[in-house]
């Protein structure tokens, strides 16, 4: 190259034009740019020369300025059309030509600056530039349309956060939502990976902590979700609402209820007296209990939810519940099975209204075993709705204006004794009754009340019967069994404190419950078979054993074979785990939050029995809430002994906390006091 040529080089991939001065060494140039500064150019650092004008460095600024005018980018789509149409390569000259007219040091180095910034047009092969294919073009403007947008939709989100942030109203779009998914994804995360990275990157430029807890803090802070919130139902794969479409359907079953198959075959039952005795909260009412006056005898009717009247075999209804599997019980709220207008409405056991059901109709001897029954689908009117208190107190003063609920509440008794002289084993340990309710946080013993037996012995009358009536005519039903368990001896059991603490050794030898199509005995519950059935609304199995049976009494052949069936019932383990495990998960939190909110309050506890006993590390019951948690006591203790606990350390969050022993002499408030 000559004095004074004309060259773009780049530092750090930036354009700068510089005349050449004279070589240096071997290979590389002295050039001088507009500012007089010189540079030692590799000619590996060139990208352009422009051909033979020459030029002083002074005059750099004026051709940069003659340049500018010519960067028409729109210009290259015209000249694109031209020599693709002609098929021919094209140099940066020639485009000069093309587009200007002329071959000129400015037309020149313009045409190349044009050339080397396009994205689309054409690309570089060699010294001369070849024009892209249409399609090829197209696809790179759709990217870079995308790109554009993306970048865009950036902007807009960070200006939605600071808002937000500031606590001002927001109205978040499409595209905000699926950045602040990557944002709840990685707060439900348990450990960071690659692909959180992006909400790495936004904590990180918001000047956050960049671990999960910030993220989750962040969602806080911008009114997402609540400081409270569920990060287990979140993790878990249960869907806290329904699915448009399935509420479509079930807004049409109420509009347009399908024809009741079972019509011919139901039995107008609406003469009887039909309690419902449940929670004063619960809305999914699925079982009602009569007694009728046959002669000198009394036989017990037990109705059961017909939900079957409403769902058809494999609907999109049916296809939801079997999804889900159960109705998920939380201290916020439940998250029903099926959608709440027909789960609480004509799938209920409504006071007043006449209602399908799936009744069970059972004379018993004296002893409590079962002498007669029939099963038939039914029409019912129940007359009372009743909590459990309502009815322990009605049991409790003998209500004489209740005489019906007197005997079955008797016969439920007989039927307990029954049982336990088949080898039933009851465990009386109280379970925490945890209700949340905005703010508010309250837990309280679930004991086992006149009442509660009451319909549990109905239930498992209920299910007695159906495993009686499916064994006997070889319907395929989801049994339930239980394998006997392997108790502590005599002796053993004698050394522990009677009551809980006895109770509590038994409970730890209990093996699980299965599910089969084939009837088993199930050891607690003392019977030869037993299959749940009072609870279809709430328990797709339960759902599927009405279907079975219903299908049998019109004469038909039950929709699902033994194999059919067992193939749905693995299908549903895992999803009825997963309920299971969010339920312990949330009640646990909630459980722990309360503790946090009463940390100076004084606990009476029981010992139940050693976890670690090598650790001094124990469980726990504190009486007043039913609650069990470990502890660990700097002192020899023994099973049983009731001490005075308080919270130490607690994070509800990360499930942690630490008991400690107080003074025997501490004071415990009266409102702590069962």
């Not at 020459?54 to 031209?82: G, M, N, Y």
């Amino acid at each position: 190259m000559e004095k004074g040529t004309l060259i773009e080089f780049r530092v750090n991939n930036q354009r700068r034009l510089a005349v050449i001065d004279r070589p240096e060494g071997k290979k590389h140039w002295i050039a001088i740019d507009e500012h007089l500064q010189t540079h030692t150019i590799h000619p590996r650092q060139l990208t352009f020369t422009v051909p033979e004008e020459r030029f002083r460095p002074q005059e750099i600024a004026t051709f940069w300025q003659q340049v500018q005018p010519l960067l028409d980018a729109d210009s290259l789509e015209v000249a694109w059309e031209i020599i693709r149409e002609e098929n021919r390569t094209i140099t940066p000259a020639d485009l000069a030509e093309l587009l200007f007219s002329e071959r000129s040091a400015v037309a020149c180095y313009a045409a190349y600056y044009l050339l080397s910034e396009d994205r689309f047009y054409f690309k570089l092969k060699g010294e001369t530039y070849e024009p892209r294919p249409a399609a090829q073009v197209a696809e790179l403007k759709h990217q870079s349309e995308r790109e554009a947008q993306r970048l865009a939709e950036e902007v807009s989100f960070r200006e939605h956060l600071g808002q937000a942030l500031r606590g001002e109203a927001v109205e978040w779009s499409a595209s905000d939502r699926k950045r602040l998914e990557q944002l709840e994804r990685y707060a439900i995360a348990i450990e960071s990976s690659a692909q959180h990275q992006a909400a790495i990157d936004l904590l990180s430029e918001l000047k956050r902590p960049t671990q999960p807890l910030g993220a989750f803090q962040l969602l806080v802070d911008l009114g997402l979700w609540s400081e409270h919130e569920n990060l287990f139902l979140r993790r878990s794969q249960i869907d806290v609402e329904f699915s448009a479409k399935v509420l479509a359907v079930a807004h049409e079953r109420l509009t347009s209820p399908p024809t009741d198959i079972d019509a011919p075959l139901r039995r107008d039952l609406t003469h009887l007296k039909v309690y419902t005795i449940d929670d004063e909260s619960t809305q999914e009412i699925d079982d009602g209990l009569s007694l009728e006056v046959i002669g000198d005898r009394q036989k017990l009717w037990i109705h059961i939810a017909d939900p079957t009247r409403w769902v058809m075999v494999d609907d999109l209804l049916d296809q939801e519940a079997r999804r889900r599997a159960t109705t998920v019980y939380l201290p916020t709220g439940m998250i029903p099975m099926f959608p709440t207008e027909l789960a609480t409405g004509p799938m209920s056991l409504v006071a007043g209204q006449t209602c399908c059901a799936l009744s069970f109709g059972i004379l018993l001897a004296d002893s409590g075993e079962v002498l007669e029954y029939e099963i038939c689908p039914s029409w019912i009117r129940p007359t009372y709705r009743l909590s459990y208190d309502d009815v322990d107190m009605i049991l409790e003063q003998g209500v004489t204006g209740e005489a019906d609920l007197l005997a079955i509440a008797q016969w439920g008794q007989r039927r307990s004794e029954w049982r336990r002289q088949r080898g039933a084993i009851r465990i009386n340990i109280p379970e925490p009754n945890i209700k949340v309710a905005g703010e508010e946080v309250e837990i309280s013993p679930l004991h086992d009340s006149p009442a509660r037996q009451l319909v549990a012995e109905m239930m498992i009358l209920a299910g007695e019967v159906a495993a009686h009536f499916g064994a006997r005519e070889g319907i395929p039903l989801p049994f339930r069994c239980q394998s006997p368990p392997e108790l502590p001896s005599e002796e053993e059991l004698l050394q522990l404190p009677a009551g809980i603490v006895r109770d509590c050794a038994i409970r730890r030898c209990m093996p699980r419950s299965e599910m089969s199509t084939q009837p088993n005995p199930h050891a607690s519950l003392g019977l030869d078979a037993y299959c749940q059935v009072t609870s279809p609304i709430r328990r797709y199995t339960d759902l599927l054993a009405h279907r079975q049976i219903k299908a049998h009494l019109r004469g038909e052949t039950p929709p699902l074979t033994p194999e059919q069936l067992n193939e749905i019932l693995l299908g549903l383990v895992s999803s009825l785990q997963e309920s299971s495990l969010v339920e312990r998960q949330t009640n646990r939190y909630w459980c722990l939050e309360y503790l946090r909110r009463h940390r100076e309050e004084v606990w009476r506890g029981i010992l139940l029995r050693w976890l670690r006993p090598e650790e001094g590390l124990g469980l726990v019951l504190l009486e007043d809430l039913a609650v069990e948690l470990a502890m660990r006591f700097q002192r020899q203790a023994k099973l049983g002994e009731c001490v005075l606990v308080r919270v130490s350390r607690v994070d509800p969050r990360s499930d942690q906390i630490w008991l400690e022993e107080v003074p025997a002499e501490t004071s415990i408030p009266a409102e702590t006091v069962a």
